[in-house]
C-alpha cells in the first residue's frame, strides 16, 4: 500500500462500547475525535453477534494510514486475536501505523504481549508507569516501537465546567459508591469496597451523615453521577487498576478454584477476600506497581468535593493534604480526618487547590492527552506526521496560527426573520467568534437542498430543508444514541407516526379529536426542523459554543452541544409552551415537559425579559436569566430633528409596528379608535400574512380604514427604526392572556425608543416597568377602549409633553436600553464558558453544500455506514427529566430486551416495512410506557 503525503491523515478506531453505557467510554472517544490532528472514524462492533469481535470484511485497512485498537476492544485477548479473522489484510501484512490503547493490563498479560509482537504494533498506549514497563513488556521493547504511558481518564472540557454548576450547602456529610472487583484484581480491587464499608462505621461513629454504598443498583450514570457528588461534602477513594499482574492466566485458575471451594463465605465479605490473599493472592501481589489515578478522582476535584482517600501515590497527581485527606488503611488517624471533614475552611482550601492545581492544569486535560498520542503515531510514522509534510509533500508546513473560537446560532426559522438572530451572531463576532447561524427555509418553502450565505468574512448562514426528514422509516433508525437527548425526538418522532386514535392517549391520556391533527403535525414539524439542524451540524463541523433560539431549535442544539464537547447557551425568546394562542392546557403541560427535559441538558438559560426569567426558573426549577430585546446603538442614526413636512398634516400619528398576530391587542385598539379625537391617526405596519387581511376587514367595519387607520407598506428590519421616527406615539397592544405576552420584551419597545417615541402600553409587566423607569410614556388597559382612547386624546392634545416624553425615551435607550450594554453579560458569560475549554482546531466544513451528499438523500432511507463518521457521544450522559421520567433503566423489561431493540434499531439494513414497523413499534412502547408513569 502507498499512503498519500498529505498533512491529514485518515485513521480508523475500533472500539466496542454500549452506546447508553459508561460515559467516560464516550467521551475519551468523542475527545480523541475532537483534538486529534487527523480524521479518525469510529468503528463501533457493539453489541456483538455473541462470538469473539470480527472487523467485517468490508473494511479494508488500506483505505486508511492507521488502526487504532481502543481498549474496549482488547480487554479480552480472544478479542483482539479475532479482530482481523475475517478481513484480506491481516494486521501483520498491514503497512500502515497500528496502534493498541490498552487498560487492565494485569489480565492474562503475555497474551498481549505475544500479540504486539506477532502483529508488529508500532504504539502501545500503556497504563503501565515508565518505570515498570520493562517488566510487563520487555520483550517486545525495541528502537521502533513506542510505548507511551497514559491515565485511565483525562479532564475534559465538561469536567472543566462542572465548578459552575454546583454551589451552596450540601447536606450529605459523606458519599461514595464503591465497586466490588473479581479477587484476581488483588489488594487494590478489594479496597474499592472496604473503604465504604470502613467509613460507613466512621460516620456511625461520629456523628456523620452519609450515602454509601457498593451495590451495583445504587450507582449513577451521567449527570446523576454529578449531581450526587454535588450533594456531599466529602467522597471517599482508593487507587484503580491491580498491583497483582496474571502474567500467564495462574491467577484466574486459582481464584476459580478458591470460589469453588469457598461459595458458602459469601464474595462481599471481608474473610472471603483476606483467605483467598493468605491462602494464594499474596504470592503475586505487588509484581507490578500498577496502582493508579482514575477518572472518579477528576470527577470530584472538578465539582469541588473534598476528597478522602485510602494512603497511596495517585499517580503523582494527587498530593495529600494539598489535594485529599489522606486515611490510613488502618484508621488509625480516624479522628484527624473527622476534623478535617467539619473544618469548613480546610476543606474550601483543599478543593479549590485540587481544583486550581488539578483541573485547570493543560497537563491532565484530554487536548494534551491526543496531541502526546499523535506525536507518538507520527514519530512512528514519518508520513503521518503533520509537522513534517505539507499537503504536496515537498513544503514544510508553517507554524498553525492559534484558532478563532467557533459558534453556532441554531434556530428554526429563517435566520432574518429574527433580528435578535442577527444581534446575536453580530456581537459573537466582535467578541472574536467565528460564526455560523445555522437555520431553515420560510416554513411554506421546499428547498432543493442546503445553501449557504456569506454574511461577511467571519460570519456564515446555513440554510437546510426540514422536510427532507418526514420519511419513513424514521430518520433516527440509522443513527440512535438514547443518551445524548435525541430519545427526546425519537419519541416525537414515533407520536407523529402513530394512528391518530393512539397519539394523545400515548402522549397524555387525553383524546380530544380536535386536537389530534394540529398536536401531530407540531410533533412532525420539531422531529423534521431539529434532525435537519441537527445533520447541518454534524457535517459543518466541531464548534465551541452553541446559541440555540428558542424551543425549536433546543433539541439539536443540545444534541449538538454533547456529540462535541462544547456549551450549549439556551436563548428562549419568549415561554413558548405558553405563547402559543388556543393550545390546550394538556398541550401545554406536555411541550413544558419538553421544554424542561432540554432545558435542564443546556449549560446556561436566557430570555427576554426579568419576569419571564423568573417565571420560568419557578415553573423548570432551572435557572433563567435576563437578556431583553434591544437595538444596538450601533445600528441607529445618532438623534436628529423631526420631519419638518409630516404625511398627515397636523394629525398625531400613533403607531403599531410588528407581526400581526392573534392576542396581540389589534382588535381592542380598532375597537377604541372610533372614540378618539379626529386628530389621531393610526398606523398599523406588518406584513401582509392571513391574520392581517382580519384587521384589514375590522378597520373598513369601523369606517375610519384610509381615513384615520392606515396599514403603510412593511419595511425592512433595519429602516424600523427610522420608520417608526415619521409617527409621534409608539403603541404597544399586546394583550396578557398568555405568560408569553404578559412578560414579553417585544422588539418594538427599544425601537420607539430609539426613534424617540413616547410610549403608550397595555399592562404588560415588563414593558410597562421599563416605560415608567425611562418616564417616557404610561400603561393603560387596551381593554378597556374608554380608556385607551382617553390616553390616546391626552397625547394627541400635548406636542410639549410628546416632545418631553420622547427625549426621555431616547436618553434612556442610549445610556442603557441597547443591545451592547444587555447583552454585555451574556457575552462575558459565553467567553467565561469557552475560556474553560481547548479551543478546537479545524475549520467549519461546508463543501457538502453544493455536492450531492447527506443533505440531500433523506427522502428514502438509506443504509447506515459501516464506518461512523460523526460519533454520537457526550461526556455527560443520561440527564433524564421528572417531567418525561426517561429512564429506560426503569423499563419493566429486561436489559437484554432493551439493548436487542436498540441494536435493531441502529444496525438493522434493507428491513421489510412490516419488519420497521414492529421495531417501532416496540420501540415506542418502551420509551411511552416510561414517560406515562
Not at 490532528?37 to 455473541?50: A, E, F, M, T
Not at 476534623?339 to 484530554?366: F, M, S
Request: proline share 5%; aromatic share 10%.
Amino acid at each position: 500500500m502507498t499512503m498519500k503525503n498529505s498533512g491529514k491523515q485518515h485513521l480508523l478506531m475500533v472500539c466496542f462500547f454500549d452506546p447508553i453505557g459508561i460515559s467516560t467510554i464516550r467521551e475519551n472517544i468523542a475527545q480523541w475525535k475532537n483534538y486529534s490532528r487527523h480524521k479518525i472514524s469510529v468503528l463501533n462492533l457493539w453489541p456483538g453477534d455473541g462470538r469473539s469481535l470480527h472487523i467485517p470484511s468490508s473494511v479494508d485497512l488500506n483505505d486508511y494510514a492507521g488502526v487504532i485498537v481502543h481498549a474496549t476492544a482488547c480487554y479480552n485477548p480472544k478479542n483482539l486475536w479475532s479482530l482481523d479473522e475475517d478481513l484480506k489484510t491481516k494486521f501483520e501484512d498491514y503497512r500502515g501505523c497500528k496502534i493498541l490503547m490498552k487498560q487492565d493490563e494485569q489480565y492474562q498479560t503475555n497474551e498481549f504481549v505475544n500479540f504486539i509482537e506477532v502483529k508488529n504494533v508500532n504504539v502501545v498506549l500503556t497504563c503501565v508507569p515508565e518505570t515498570e514497563i520493562p517488566s510487563v513488556y520487555g520483550r517486545v521493547q525495541s528502537s521502533g516501537r513506542i510505548f507511551l504511558s497514559c491515565l485511565t481518564g483525562y479532564v475534559s472540557n465538561f469536567l472543566r465546567d462542572q465548578a459552575h454548576a454546583f454551589g451552596g450547602d450540601r447536606a450529605i456529610d459523606v458519599g461514595y459508591r464503591g465497586s466490588t472487583q473479581p479477587l484476581s484484581f488483588g489488594q487494590l480491587g478489594y479496597e474499592k469496597r472496604k473503604i465504604g464499608a470502613d467509613f460507613e462505621r466512621i460516620c456511625r461513629a461520629n456523628g456523620l451523615s452519609y450515602d454509601i454504598s457498593s451495590r451495583w443498583a445504587d450507582r449513577f450514570s451521567g449527570n446523576d453521577w454529578f449531581r450526587f457528588l454535588g450533594s456531599v461534602k466529602a467522597t471517599l477513594g482508593a487507587e484503580s487498576g491491580s498491583n497483582l499482574f496474571d502474567f500467564d492466566g495462574q491467577v484466574e485458575r486459582l481464584c476459580r478454584t478458591f470460589e469453588e471451594k469457598n461459595a458458602d463465605l459469601g464474595p462481599l465479605s471481608d474473610e472471603y477476600f483476606q483467605r483467598a490473599y493468605d491462602e494464594f493472592l499474596h504470592r503475586f501481589e505487588d509484581n507490578v506497581m500498577y496502582a493508579q489515578v482514575s477518572p472518579r478522582h477528576f470527577e470530584a476535584a472538578a465539582v469541588k468535593t473534598l476528597q478522602v482517600m485510602y494512603e497511596g501515590t495517585y499517580s503523582g497527581i494527587f498530593k495529600p493534604w494539598k489535594h485529599f485527606v489522606p486515611l490510613k488503611k488502618d484508621l488509625s488517624n480516624e479522628a484527624e480526618v473527622v476534623a478535617a471533614i467539619r473544618d469548613a475552611g480546610l476543606v474550601n482550601e483543599i478543593t479549590e487547590r485540587c481544583h486550581e492545581e488539578i483541573i485547570c492544569n493543560p497537563e491532565y486535560h484530554y487536548r494534551t492527552f491526543v496531541e502526546r498520542v499523535d506525536n507518538a503515531i507520527e514519530a512512528t510514522t514519518p508520513v503521518l506526521s503533520a509537522a513534517a509534510v505539507s499537503a504536496s509533500g515537498d513544503l514544510p508546513i508553517p507554524p498553525r496560527v492559534p484558532p478563532r473560537p467557533k459558534a453556532f446560532v441554531m434556530m428554526a426559522h429563517e435566520p432574518r426573520i429574527d433580528p435578535r438572530i442577527e444581534w446575536v451572531a453580530k456581537a459573537l463576532e466582535e467578541r472574536g467568534f467565528e460564526v455560523c447561524e445555522i437555520g431553515t427555509y420560510l416554513w411554506n418553502r421546499t428547498g432543493e437542498g442546503p445553501s449557504i450565505e456569506q454574511v461577511n468574512k467571519q460570519r456564515r448562514r446555513v440554510r437546510v430543508e426540514r422536510t427532507k426528514f418526514d420519511v419513513m422509516p424514521g430518520s433516527l433508525v440509522d443513527r440512535l444514541d438514547l443518551n445524548t437527548g435525541e430519545e427526546g425526538l425519537l419519541y416525537l418522532d414515533l407520536l407523529r407516526q402513530q394512528k391518530p386514535s393512539d397519539a394523545l392517549r400515548l402522549a397524555e391520556g387525553y383524546s380530544d379529536p380536535e386536537k389530534i391533527e394540529s398536536f401531530q403535525e407540531l410533533c412532525r414539524y420539531f422531529h423534521n426542523t431539529n434532525m435537519a439542524l441537527l445533520q447541518a451540524a454534524r457535517l459543518i463541523g466541531a464548534p465551541d459554543v452553541i446559541v440555540a433560539c428558542d424551543l425549536e431549535a433546543l433539541p439539536a442544539g443540545v444534541i449538538a452541544g454533547r456529540e462535541f464537547g462544547c456549551p450549549v447557551v439556551y436563548d428562549a425568546h419568549e415561554f413558548w409552551p405558553f405563547s402559543v394562542p388556543g393550545m390546550a392546557a394538556w398541550e401545554c403541560r406536555f411541550w413544558s415537559a419538553i421544554e424542561k427535559y432540554y432545558a435542564r441538558l443546556a449549560t446556561h438559560r436566557v430570555t427576554v425579559s426579568d419576569h419571564l426569567a423568573q417565571q420560568m426558573t419557578q415553573y423548570y426549577n432551572l435557572p433563567f436569566e435576563s437578556v431583553p430585546n434591544a437595538v444596538p446603538l450601533s445600528e441607529v442614526e445618532p438623534q436628529t430633528s423631526k420631519p419638518s413636512v409630516k404625511v398627515h398634516g397636523n394629525k398625531v400619528v400613533f403607531l403599531f409596528q410588528g407581526n400581526f398576530a392573534e392576542q396581540r391587542g389589534l382588535e381592542q385598539l380598532i375597537a377604541a379608535w372610533p372614540h378618539t379625537d379626529p386628530s389621531c391617526v393610526l398606523y398599523l405596519r406588518g406584513p401582509d400574512n392571513p391574520f392581517k387581511e382580519k384587521i384589514l376587514r375590522l378597520a373598513e367595519m369601523s369606517g375610519l380604514l384610509n381615513q384615520r387607520i392606515f396599514f403603510p407598506r412593511a419595511v425592512g428590519e433595519k429602516e424600523l427604526v427610522n420608520a417608526a421616527m415619521q409617527a409621534d406615539v409608539g403603541l404597544i397592544p399586546y394583550q396578557a392572556l398568555l405568560a408569553g405576552y404578559r412578560y414579553c420584551c417585544p422588539n418594538k419597545l427599544s425601537q420607539y425608543m430609539a426613534a424617540g417615541l413616547p410610549i403608550i402600553t397595555n399592562e404588560l409587566d415588563f414593558v410597562s416597568e421599563t416605560v415608567k423607569a425611562a418616564k417616557c410614556g404610561q400603561t393603560v388597559s387596551f381593554d378597556d377602549k374608554l380608556s385607551l382612547a382617553e390616553a390616546v386624546n391626552a397625547y394627541a392634545a400635548s406636542e410639549e409633553r410628546r416632545k418631553e416624553l420622547g427625549r426621555n425615551a431616547r436618553a434612556y435607550f442610549e445610556k442603557t436600553f441597547h443591545w451592547e450594554r444587555q447583552s454585555s453579560a451574556l457575552m462575558d458569560r459565553i467567553q467565561q464558558l469557552v475560556g474553560h475549554s481547548e479551543i478546537k482546531s479545524g475549520n467549519f466544513d461546508f463543501s457538502w453544500i453544493n455536492d450531492q451528499g447527506p443533505m440531500r438523500k433523506f427522502n428514502t432511507p438509506a443504509s447506515p455506514p459501516l464506518v461512523q463518521e460523526s460519533l454520537p457521544t457526550v461526556p455527560e450522559v443520561k440527564d433524564i427529566s421528572e417531567d418525561l421520567q426517561l429512564r429506560l433503566s426503569e423499563l419493566e423489561v429486561t436489559l437484554a430486551d432493551r439493548e436487542k431493540v436498540i441494536a435493531s434499531l441502529k444496525t438493522i439494513r434493507g428491513i421489510s416495512r412490516y419488519g420497521y414497523r414492529f421495531i417501532r413499534n416496540r420501540t415506542f412502547r418502551l420509551i411511552q410506557r416510561s414517560i406515562s408513569r
